[in-house]
């Protein structure tokens, strides 16, 4: 689905633009961690496609679900 081009959901269009004024200097001067919807990151007009436009290596996070401190054994 990243390489399909995006679809007519204005909504989603508008708020990568909108991101896309705010994250590449935010990415620029400090350590960022940005979590999105699935469907920000989806498409040609997906975050992850307009950050490798501006050369930036876009990796993916392995995350592992924390263990509770206080937890019931059996």
């Known amino acids: ?3 399909k ?3 007519n959901d ?12 705010i994250l590449p200097e935010l990415l ?3 350590n960022t961690f940005i979590c999105v919807g699935l469907n920000h990151l989806r498409f040609d007009c997906g975050l992850i496609e307009r ?3 501006m050369g930036l290596l876009v990796e993916p996070m392995e995350l592992s679900l924390a263990t ?4 019931v054994t059996e």
């Open 68 to 71: 509770q401190r206080n937890s």
């Open 51 to 53: 950050f490798q436009e």
């Open 10 to 21: 204005v909504l989603i269009y508008e708020r990568n633009n909108n991101w896309m004024e």
């Open 5 to 7: 081009e995006c679809k």
């Open 1 to 3: 689905d990243f390489d």
């Open 28 to 30: 620029s001067t400090k």
